[in-house]
């Protein structure tokens, strides 16, 4: 599997580690993952907007066949997460998928995503756990 380089994952941390968003100044409208310009009204003035550490479970899928990367993992739950004013796509940890219901709390947990053998980089970022 091929992945990013090292400079690229650096300028990405904020993104990955914190959760921030983008809105745009213009019409208000917030981009997780970050835009530079945004999609809705064309204007390039954008601010940093922290995403909260916790938020609801607003669908969720299960994966049964999954990439030998993820094999460890199996299931792999992806679910979509309402954290304040935008949707996340991230997958859900510490759960068991018949436990899990739309619309439960969850929050942010920082894990190991991938190692990166080329580079020797462990790479971490978000997946979200449900809320004891």
Known sequence: MEHESVPL?????PAYYRLVA?????CGEVYFPPVLKC??????????????QEGELVEFTVLRSV?????????????LVK????????????AA???LKEGQRVEVAF???????KYGLVMYGYKFRPRP
């Open 97 to 99: 998928p018949e436990k």
């Open 83 to 94: 954290l304040g004013p935008a949707k996340v796509l991230g997958q859900i940890v510490d």
């Open 111 to 117: 894990r190991r995503v991938v190692v990166d053998g």
């Open 9 to 13: 994952y650096w300028r990405n941390i």
């Open 67 to 79: 990439p030998t990367d993820f094999l460890k993992q199996k299931p792999v739950i992806l679910g």
């Open 39 to 52: 999609p809705r009204c064309g204007s390039n003035e954008l601010e940093d907007v922290e995403l909260p």
């Open 22 to 26: 983008r809105r745009c100044k213009r």
